[in-house]
């Protein structure tokens, strides 16, 4: 089992930025890939990017546009998602996952096993 206790959420104005943390515990990650997930009312989940634990590979949606960056923190065993120059349509409830395995490609919200509670991110015009 792997717990995800995520962070950072809250509000913010257009332009701005906002970091969110994930904190895992349960286990080591390595052969694990980490990612952050968003999901606006009435959607379905959407992967944001993702990261390979053991090598730092990462990915990221076209969406996003090279404003969010995601990282991780080996002695902390965490995952950040620093996100810059937000928009109101970046306003949703962001989760942090976990899934076994490598390819950092796989996007299906189905793939992975290991869910956060989710942090909401408003963006206000």
């Known amino acids: 089992q792997v717990q995800l206790v995520e962070s950072g959420g809250g509000s913010v104005q257009t332009g701005g930025s906002l970091r969110l943390s994930c904190a895992a515990s349960g286990r080591t990650l390595s052969g694990y890939v980490m990612a952050w997930f968003r999901q606006f009312p009435g959607k379905e989940r959407e992967l944001v990017a993702a990261i390979r634990w053991i090598n730092g590979v990462t990915y990221y949606a076209d969406s996003n546009?090279?404003?969010?960056?995601?990282?991780?923190?080996?002695?902390?065993?965490?995952?950040?998602?620093?996100?810059?120059?937000?928009?109101?349509?970046?306003?949703?409830?962001?989760?942090?996952?976990?899934?076994?395995?490598?390819?950092?490609?796989?996007?299906?919200?189905?793939?992975?096993?290991?869910?956060?509670?989710?942090?909401?991110?408003?963006?206000?015009?």
């Open 65 to 125: 546009e090279g404003r969010f960056t995601i990282s991780r923190d080996n002695g902390k065993n965490a995952v950040s998602l620093q996100m810059n120059s937000l928009k109101p349509e970046d306003t949703a409830v962001y989760y942090c996952a976990v899934r076994v395995g490598v390819d950092v490609r796989i996007a299906a919200s189905s793939s992975y096993n290991y869910w956060g509670q989710g942090t909401q991110v408003t963006v206000s015009s």
